[in-house]
């Protein structure tokens, strides 16, 4: 398995102009996605009941580097005890 090198908050400044998907090590699947017209975000791209699936976690500009992995740690915990943090998260907003 190859692991994604630990990115700081320099170097995702720079990843921030250049469009695709960047991972960003610490968590396995967090990675910036930067548009073509600029806009950056966070994702978090992981397996779940046997199909990958992509959780948004939110515009790059107001989700820290350090609360982007403390939001794709907390939804990896979720997926290790069998439940979908999109389907909890959901299910949340609607409550």
Do not use: C, F, H
């Not at 978090?44 to 794709?72: C, D, F, I, N, W």
Request: aromatic share 4%; glycine share 10%.
């Amino acid at each position: 398995m190859k692991l994604a090198k630990v990115l700081n908050d320099a170097q995702i400044r720079s990843l921030s102009r250049q469009p695709g998907m960047r991972a960003v090590g610490v968590v396995s699947g967090l990675v910036l996605q930067v548009s073509p017209n600029g806009a950056a975000s966070w994702v978090l791209r992981a397996t779940y009941g046997g199909r990958v699936r992509s959780m948004g976690l939110g515009p790059y500009r107001e989700v820290s580097l350090k609360q982007a992995r403390e939001l794709a740690a907390n939804a990896r915990a979720l997926i290790r005890t069998g439940r979908d943090p999109i389907q909890e998260r959901s299910d949340a907003k609607r409550a």
